[in-house]
T-cell receptor, first 115, second 115 residues
Framework: AQSVAQPEDQVNVAEGNPLTVKCTYS??????LFWYVQYPNRGLQFLLK????DNLVKGSYGFEAEFNKSQTSFHLKKPSALVSDSALYFC?????????????WGAGTKLIIKP | DAGVTQSPTHLIKTRGQQVTLRCSPK?????VSWYQQALGQGPQFIFQ???????QRGNFPDRFSGHQFPNYSSELNVNALLLGDSALYLC??????????????FGPGTRLLVL
């Protein structure tokens, strides 16, 4: 079955430290991978995507993600966390099911940055 | 430049009723996707509209239907509401998106409560 997993419900990081939010996937064919962030009472916002090309993708707000085909992972990273990075982060992957494209989403990881 | 707008923001219905949710895409966008996000979960793809036709569909029953108008705005209709339909319904727009390769811009959502 095609799926996305975010193994951590919550990640706690001290302000100024590097952060990593993990994502692994299982899809047929070449994956299209996305990271979105959801702030309280606000819509989902796009951070970055991998379609093809360099495995290291740079996105909004200083975030980056590394596509690792052998480990089927697409972890989100930031060198130095800010308190304002605290939010809910979602990984998503494009899949083909019954000749339909779909975007499959992980359950989300709550990121808490402590001052 | 107006972003994605959705109406209404909140809605309360009873089991068996029908509901219509509305979405106006970001200016210049022509593709609209709908998602259901249950509490504490990631979004689930319902369907995607382009050129007034349903182009992609997720694993949702026929009770969920939609429409796209010539001005690219869209409606989501749910018939015979069940308690399990209670969720946040998200609309996202993108430009000429044939297979979820483009960045999606999300609206704030409509929160539906079915009693």
């Amino acid at each position: 079955a095609q799926s996305v997993a975010q193994p951590e419900d919550q990640v706690n990081v001290a302000e100024g430290n590097p952060l990593t939010v993990k994502c692994t996937y299982s899809v047929s064919g070449n994956p299209y991978l996305f990271w979105y962030v959801q702030y309280p009472n606000r819509g989902l916002q796009f951070l970055l995507k991998y379609i093809t090309g360099d495995n290291l993708v740079k996105g909004s707000y200083g975030f980056e993600a590394e596509f690792n085909k052998s480990q089927t992972s697409f972890h989100l990273k930031k060198p130095s966390a800010l308190v304002s990075d605290s939010a809910l982060y979602f990984c998503a992957v494009r899949a083909v099911m019954d000749s339909n494209y779909q975007l499959i989403w992980g359950a989300g990881t709550k990121l808490i940055i402590k001052p | 430049d107006a972003g994605v707008t959705q109406s209404p923001t909140h809605l309360i219905k009873t089991r068996g009723q029908q509901v219509t949710l509305r979405c106006s895409p970001k200016s210049g966008h022509d593709t609209v996707s709908w998602y259901q996000q249950a509490l504490g979960q990631g979004p689930q793809f319902i369907f995607q509209y382009y050129e007034e036709e349903e182009r992609q569909r997720g694993n949702f029953p026929d009770r969920f239907s939609g429409h796209q108008f010539p001005n690219y705005s869209s409606e989501l209709n749910v018939n015979a509401l069940l308690l399990g339909d209670s969720a946040l319904y998200l609309c996202a727009s993108s430009l000429r998106d044939r297979g979820f390769s483009e960045t999606q811009y999300f609206g704030p959502g409509t929160r539906l409560l079915v009693l």
